[in-house]
C-alpha cells in the first residue's frame, strides 16, 4: 500500500463553521506534512509532524489546529476561517530519518470557504 | 529570489518530441524532486535524486550538485504527459525531514 488518502475531496464551509480535513497512510513513514496550495501556485508547507509530534509550523494562523493521534494519521482541525483560505489542502508522508526520501501525497481536499 | 527556479514556465510541443525541463536551485540540499501535477490536484512522485541520473520508462532525470542543476526530460512525448512538473528540494537540517520548497512548476501540453 503506496497510498497517502485524504478525505473529503471536497469541502464547502462557512467561515462560522468548524471542520477537519483527514489524512491517513500505512506505509510506515514517520513524516507527515500538510501543503496548502493556491491556484496557479505551487505548494506551500504548512505542518510538519515526526514521530506524532509537532516540529515545524511555518507561522500558520491558528484557526488551522493540526492533531496527530497516531503515526498513520494526520487531521487539520479548521475554525473561523476565511474565503482567502480557500485552497487545495495536500497532505503527504515521507520516512523521517534518511534525509532524500521519496514523498507520497495525497490527492488532496479542494476546500471552499463562504 | 525563489530558492528554486525552473524553466519553462510554459511548454507546448508535439506528440513525439523531446521535452527537457530545467530546474536551478540556489541553496545546499540533501535531494531534489521532480513531481507531477494533473488538473484536480492529485501530486505524483517522479523521481528522487541526490546525485546522479535515473530512468523511469520514458522519464530520465539528471542532477548537478556541483551546479545546483537538474533536468527532467520526456522522450517520445505524448498528450497524457500533459501536466504540470514540479521541481521541488529538500533542505539541508539536521531535524530529519522538514518538508519541501517547490518550484513554480511548468505547465506542459503535449498536441496531438
Known amino acids: 500500500d503506496t497510498e497517502v488518502t485524504q478525505t473529503p475531496k471536497h469541502l464547502v464551509m462557512g467561515m462560522t463553521n468548524k471542520k477537519s480535513l483527514k489524512c491517513e497512510q500505512h506505509?510506515?513513514?514517520?513524516?507527515m506534512y500538510w501543503y496548502k496550495q493556491k491556484a496557479k501556485k505551487p505548494p506551500e508547507l504548512m505542518f510538519v509532524?515526526?514521530?506524532?509530534?509537532?516540529?515545524i509550523n511555518e507561522s500558520v494562523p491558528s484557526r488551522f489546529s493540526p492533531e496527530c493521534p497516531n503515526s498513520s494519521l494526520l487531521n487539520l482541525h479548521l475554525h473561523a476561517l476565511q474565503p482567502e483560505d480557500s485552497a487545495l489542502y495536500l497532505c503527504?508522508?515521507?520516512?523521517?530519518?534518511?534525509?532524500?526520501?521519496?514523498?507520497?501525497f495525497g490527492q488532496g481536499t479542494r476546500l471552499t470557504v463562504v | 529570489k525563489n530558492e528554486v527556479e525552473q524553466s519553462p514556465q510554459n511548454l507546448t510541443a508535439q506528440e513525439g518530441e523531446f521535452i527537457t525541463i530545467n530546474c536551478s536551485y540556489s541553496?545546499?540540499?540533501?535531494?531534489l524532486h521532480w513531481l507531477q501535477q494533473h488538473p484536480g490536484g492529485g501530486i505524483v512522485s517522479l523521481f528522487m535524486?541526490?546525485?546522479g541520473k535515473k530512468k523511469h520508462g520514458r522519464l530520465i532525470a539528471t542532477i548537478n550538485i556541483q551546479e545546483k542543476h537538474s533536468s527532467l526530460h520526456i522522450t517520445a512525448s505524448h498528450p497524457r504527459d500533459s501536466a504540470v512538473y514540479i521541481c521541488?528540494?529538500?533542505?539541508?537540517?539536521?531535524?530529519?525531514?522538514?518538508?519541501?520548497?517547490f518550484g513554480k512548476g511548468t505547465h506542459l501540453i503535449i498536441q496531438p
Open positions: 503527504a508522508s515521507s520516512q523521517v530519518r534518511g534525509m532524500g526520501t521519496e514523498a507520497f
Open positions: 506505509m510506515g513513514h514517520r513524516a
Open positions: 509532524y515526526s514521530y506524532e509530534k509537532l516540529s
Open positions: 541553496v545546499g540540499i540533501s535531494a
Open positions: 535524486l541526490s546525485s
Open positions: 521541488a528540494v529538500e533542505m539541508y537540517s539536521g531535524g530529519g525531514a522538514d518538508g519541501l520548497t
